[in-house]
């Protein structure tokens, strides 16, 4: 089982927020259908062969993971889908098909007005001058001191800009953009009451959005954005891809949650002719995945206390060629000045042991019998998982002290209460030539 726990601190000054999941009661009719299929399939397989063995019917639950700070007595009230039950099938229509992923610890804010990219483009660390209609992209909400208050995804419509991002720092986020309007034209909204979100990751995730939009085609490059129609509802769909395959961000009205994604699950009907290969995914299979293809999340590998150069997706959130924006000395001195005092690196055990999230990183240090023990510790694993893609081999992100984060260099994790020898490597453990096709 892949090792992170999605759960965070809250922004200053903001309580933990109790979000609901109004997919919970269609998740549970899945898995009893699920169920259904498998007894029906027993009993078909008996009919045909009675003198065979019986194969018992082997049911998973339905999982849930706590997500969210804690409030003051130690509680945390929400909760997301850690596995339909069947892990590897899910991983599998994650690599093979499609995944169909339910977030509500989403947020989604929409900012209007006529000198709205103009404001964001003083904030933010991207550039956003061209973020035209149609165009989706990543970027840092940073405080004066140059830490990261927000990880965004921007979405220009035309009509409005969304802006998706974790449901906790939505409030925090509002208040302290808002904090810096004057007499701009610009109005920024959280209406997460009024939209929900939904994502689809896989090679077949394009196909399986054409099928429920009652289409041919439907073809989206990454960073790119259009509205389409499900369910005879608008729909915002947007490019960003997380597990080395496609990935469709979905902006849809909360009131018809589950028509949409009743539309979407009924893709499997010409896609996997009905074998499920379109199916429900939770933490666990994508948690694999996102490792696997080197993509660290906000809140899970990095968080509000680091700066954009120790977080691993500098170069995907921050443009050094665009003017000032909030925080914008202290990463423009970082960039050519100095170095972080730590970084986001992959990490390769050499044994099969699975280091934990929050296992320790030491230096190498080899005893003369050949004995590896404890070095200097020098930083801690932040994410960890079993590779399917690798053979089974444990893969890591952890977060280290910069010296000592050069690509190639041996350090030692703890795993299992043993020591292990480990390598630094890129981020990205996808096997060379990969394709999700």
Not at 87 to 116: F, H, N, W
Not at 327 to 341: F, I, T
Request: net charge negative; glycine share 8%; aromatic share 6%.
């Amino acid at each position: 089982m892949s090792d992170s726990i999605p759960t965070q601190s809250s922004p200053p000054n903001d309580p933990p927020v109790e979000f609901e999941a109004p997919l919970w009661e269609r998740h549970l009719a899945y898995q009893r259908d699920v169920i259904e299929e498998r007894k029906q399939a027993v009993a078909e397989a008996a009919a045909e062969r009675p003198d065979a063995e019986s194969t018992p019917i082997r049911a998973g639950d339905l999982e849930t993971l706590p997500y969210g700070p804690p409030d003051d007595s130690g509680h945390i009230s929400g909760e997301i889908i850690a596995t339909f039950g069947e892990v590897e099938s899910e991983y599998a229509s994650l690599r093979r098909a499609a995944g169909l992923m339910d977030y509500p610890q989403r947020a989604t804010l929409r900012i209007t007005g006529s000198e709205r990219r103009d404001f964001l483009n003083r904030m933010l660390t991207n550039e956003l001058k061209d973020l035209d209609a149609g165009v989706c992209r990543r970027s840092f909400w940073l405080n004066r001191k140059g830490r990261i208050d927000a990880d965004l995804l921007l979405v220009e419509t035309g009509e409005a800009l969304f802006v998706d991002l974790d449901i906790h720092h939505a409030t925090h986020t509002v208040k302290t953009l808002d904090d810096f309007l004057f007499a701009e034209d610009v109005a920024i909204r959280n209406v997460t009451d009024e939209f929900y979100r939904i994502v689809l990751h896989g090679p077949k995730a394009l196909l399986a959005i054409a099928s429920a939009a009652g289409a041919t085609d439907f073809q989206l490059a990454p960073g790119e954005a259009k509205t389409i129609t499900i369910a005879d509802q608008p729909v915002i769909a947007a490019r960003a891809d997380e597990i080395g395959a496609p990935g469709v961000h979905l902006f849809l009205p909360r009131a018809h949650v589950e028509r949409i994604w009743n539309a979407l699950l009924a893709s499997d009907q010409p896609i996997g002719q009905g074998k499920r290969r379109v199916r429900p995914v939770g933490w666990f299979a994508y948690n694999i995945a996102r490792i696997e293809a080197g993509t660290p999340l906000f809140n899970v590998d990095f968080g509000s206390t680091n700066l954009p150069h120790e977080s691993g997706v500098l170069r995907e959130r921050v443009s050094f060629t665009k003017g000032c924006y909030l925080g914008q000395e202290v990463v423009a001195r970082m960039e050519s000045l100095g170095q972080p005092k730590q970084k986001l690196i992959g990490l390769k055990p050499e044994g099969q042991n699975l280091p934990i999230a929050g296992a320790q990183v030491f230096t190498l240090q080899q005893e003369e019998d050949g004995r590896i023990v404890m070095g200097e510790p020098i930083g801690a694993v932040t994410s960890s998982t079993p590779s399917p893609l690798r053979g089974g081999e444990p893969i890591c992100f952890a977060m280290v002290r910069t010296r000592h984060a050069k690509i190639g260099n041996m350090l030692t994790v703890s795993a299992d209460g043993e020591m292990d020898r480990a390598t630094v490597t890129d981020l990205s453990f996808l096997p060379e030539g990969f394709s999700d096709a």
